[in-house]
C-alpha cells in the first residue's frame, strides 16, 4: 500500500530525576553530598533508508513515545541514558512542523539521519549544587521534559525524469517498454494511482530514474482529483516529460491536453513550471497520429518533440539518449528555499523577554518555555529547591515586571498550572 502523506505526535524521552543523597558511612560522620545525575531522555530519529518507498509504517502510529532517562542514585552514580526511538523513512521525506509548516529535515541521502524531537536532559544531583558557601545542598533537579512535536511528514519520489500527462496516454506503457519496472496497465482512466520508478540502462551501462506519475486533470494545483499527489513528486524531477495521445484516441486534443498540464504547474510551482521539459508524442502507430503531430508543431515550432509508439517500441531508443543527455548537463538543485527551514528562523531577539505576563480572571498568568521548564524540573517538595526557583525567577526580572505592569503584594500568580501568593 502506497502512502505518501502521515502526521505524527512525536513525545520525546524526559530526562532522569537528579538524586539528593548524602555519602553515609560508619567513621564518615560529615560525608557530604553525592546523589547523581538522572540520565538523558530518549530523542526520536528519523533515517532515511534506501529500501523503503512508502510511509504506510508510519499510518497507523499516530502517537511514538521515546522512553524516560534513569534516575540518578547516591555514591555520585549517573543514571543511564535512555535508548533512542529510530523510525525509518523512504528517500526523498520532507518532515515538517506541523504548527508552524516549517521543514525540519529533507532526507534525500541514503544513512542520513536527523533528531526530531529531543530528550530532556538529567536532573542534576544535589552534588552537582554544592559550592564553597553551600557544601552540603540538601536539594536535586527533576529531568527536563522531553520535547513534544507534531510533524506531518511527505514523501516526494527522488527520480531523475517524471512522465506527466493525462490519464491513459502511455506513461505507465512507456515507462514498461523502458525500465525494470511493471506498473498496472489497463485501458481504463488513472489505472496509476500511485507513482512508479523504473531504472532506465542505456547500451553504455549507465542509468538514470524515471517516474510514471498519476494522471494530471484539470484543477490538480487546488487539488483535484490525484493532483497535488502529482505535482508534489514531480517537484523532485530534474525533467519533466510530457506524454501527449497524438492520435487523440480517448477523444482529447493534443493541444489542449499540453496546455491543461502547463497552466496546473505554472499555478502550483514557479521553480517546477521552469524545469527541462521534452515532449513525448505517443502512440504514433495510430491513425490522425501525424495529422495531430502537424499542428501540434506548428503552434509550438521549439519543442523537442519525440515520437514514439510505446506499443510497437518505437522511438524510444533516442528518447532515452536525448534524456540521459541532458542530464548530465544539469547540475542538482534545493526543492525548498532556505527560509523554508526552521533552522534559518530566529524565533527570538536579543531584547526580547523569555517570557510574556497576563492577567485573567484577577490571576497574573505567567508563561514561557524557560519558566516553564524551571517549574517542571522544581521539587516542591524542598525547600531549598523552591528558593532556587524564586531566586531565578527574580533573576529573570519576573518581580519588576509585574510591579510595572500593577500588581500587588498577595495578588496571585500562575505559572505552568501551579497558583501562589506573590510575596517579598
Known sequence: MFQDEVKLKLVAGKGGDGCTSFRREKYVPMGGPDGG????????????????????DLKYHKIIKATKGENGKGKNMTGKDAKDVIIKVPLGTTIYDDDTNLILADLTVDKESVIVAHGGRGGKGNKAFATHDKPAPSFSEL??????????????????????GMPSVGKSSILASVSNSSPKIASYHFTTLNP????????????????????????????????????????RCKILAHVIDMSASEGRNPIEDYET?????????????????????????????NDNLKLF???????????VSALNHTGLNELLEYLKQMLDTILDEKVYN????????????????????????????IKGKEIEKLFAMTRFDEEEA???????LRGMGIDEELERLGAKKGDEIEINNYIFEWKD
Open 338 to 365: 532556505e527560509d523554508e527551514y526552521e533552522s534559518t528562523i530566529i524565533y527570538r531577539f536579543k531584547n526580547e523577554k523569555p517570557y510574556t505576563i497576563s492577567k485573567e480572571e484577577g490571576i497574573w498568568i
Open 297 to 307: 508543431k506548428k503552434r509550438y515550432p521549439d519543442k523537442q518533440i519525440f515520437e
Open 386 to 392: 523552591i528558593d532556587r526557583l524564586m531566586r531565578k
Open 37 to 56: 545525575t538522572g540520565g538523558h531522555g530518549g530523542n526520536i530519529v528519523f533515517v532515511a533508508e534506501k529500501g523503503l518507498k512508502t510511509l504506510v
Open 143 to 164: 529531568g527536563e521534559p522531553g520535547e513534544i512535536r507534531y510533524i506531518k511528514c511527505e514523501l516526494k519520489l527522488l527520480a531523475d525524469v517524471g512522465l506527466i
Open 261 to 289: 498540464i502547463r497552466k496546473e504547474i505554472n499555478s502550483y510551482s514557479e521553480k517546477l513550471a521552469n524545469k527541462k521539459e521534452v515532449i513525448i508524442a505517443n502512440k504514433m502507430d495510430l491513425p490522425s497520429a
Open 196 to 235: 512508479n520508478l523504473g531504472v532506465v540502462t542505456l547500451k553504455d551501462q549507465s542509468t538514470f530514474v524515471l517516474a510514471d506519475l498519476p494522471g494530471l486533470i484539470e484543477g490538480a494545483s487546488l487539488g483535484v482529483g490525484l493532483g497535488i499527489k502529482f505535482l508534489r513528486h514531480a517537484s
